[in-house]
């Protein structure tokens, strides 16, 4: 009974035709670059809106709700039985208005009533620089048209970023990784990288190892407050060559007698250096 009539207010009386109308939430796909840089979405919509024909009241035009006669119009209705305790007075919401105080004799032939029909609208939608998967965007006021010509809800975007063919994103850091042969990361090279911001050279320095990484500040994703950007952490992974032709071949071994190479004693240490190395490097940013 009192969850019927709103315990909140213990309000007794006939309960309003009028109520707030449903939160609504839609996914929004972004690209990466969308979400570093932020971006404005046109938004189909389909949601309830307030029906014209009868401005929300429910009635057919020229009609209008009238007092409920069952409980003239008080939303209730009591009943007194006699008990062994005495007189019992108990009241139940009136079944002829469902507690409303009022009937619509005549509803409106537009939205059967409920004083809403369907809709499709178009919204156009900003998004900010810096969200990521599961972000949320309030829109207040662009949910859902309450019964009777109620308020509207609210309408949450929630964003749901596609995965990118170069990128992965860690928080608003950007991780890659390039490959690149034993020869050049013994001899330092450029290598050209489509970052968000465009075309740019990587420097490979003489003497980089494999999983080393190299942290291109600021080319990473806006940070959705206080401004200022991620980086961009590109990680080596040095290629051995293999299929060697009989003329690389002598040169790779000339080239080990060279170094004092040919039989090599290796440096053993605990664990996974190379791996922790790695892990380390892509914690620290470098
Ligand atoms: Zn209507
Ligand atoms: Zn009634």
Redesign the pocket.
Known sequence: MDAFFGAASGQRG?RSRTRRGQDAMIRLEITLEEAAFGTTKELQVDTAVTCTTCSGEGAAPGTSAQT????????E?SQVTRSFLGQVMTSRP??????????VPTPCPECAGDGRVRARRTLTVKIPAGVDNGTRIQLAGEGEVGPGGGPAGDLYVEIAETSHTVFQRRGDDLHCTVTIPMTAASLGTQVPLQTLDGLEEVDIRPGTQSGQSIPLHGRGITHLRGGGRGDLIVHVEVQTPTKLDAEQEELLRRLAVLRGEERPSGQFAPGQQGLFSRLKDAFNGR
């Open positions: 006939p409920c006669d069952m409980c003239r119009g008080k939303g209705v009136c079944p002829q208005c469902q507690g409303f105080g009022t009937v």
